[in-house]
């Protein structure tokens, strides 16, 4: 059975709910965190828990972005497009990190470490242009700043692989 440690975390979390379908965001959250993304087998198994319709439990992970369906890269690198963020250089921004990384938007590398997405705010406007990396925020960028930290990303990589080897 796949994903059988997420499904027994969801059994909890539907537990403290005295309405099941009150739990549904809380669980699909814990899925994101337990699986990296809401596994379509995990969509069926919350619907059938639920008792709701496949497609409504589908329509809720498809309507917020913090949900996704495909497997996301170690590094999730979101850069913000909105307007604060365009006109502060958020699209020269883009293109140093395609560059630097060897992908467009919406893409992953080979090796699954980076992937790109263009989203629409990321709520940090006083200090554009601005990316969020997994969870951390990242302003105020500049192509330098952001070559630093794709650099010191790819080097924490390699060492961790140097210390896994010890």
Known sequence: MRFKK??????????SYAYKRQALISCLHVTEEKCGYIPEEIISFLAKELDLPRVEVYSIVTFYSMFTLEKQAKYMIRICASLPC???GSDKILKVLEQELGI???QTTPDGK???EAVSCLGHCDNAPVAMINDKIHENLTPQKLKKIIQDLKNSSEKLKEEIKI
């Open 86 to 88: 365009y006109l502060k």
């Open 114 to 116: 980076f992937g790109i």
């Open 6 to 15: 997420c499904k027994e975390e969801l059994k909890k979390v539907l537990k």
């Open 104 to 106: 467009k938007e919406n």
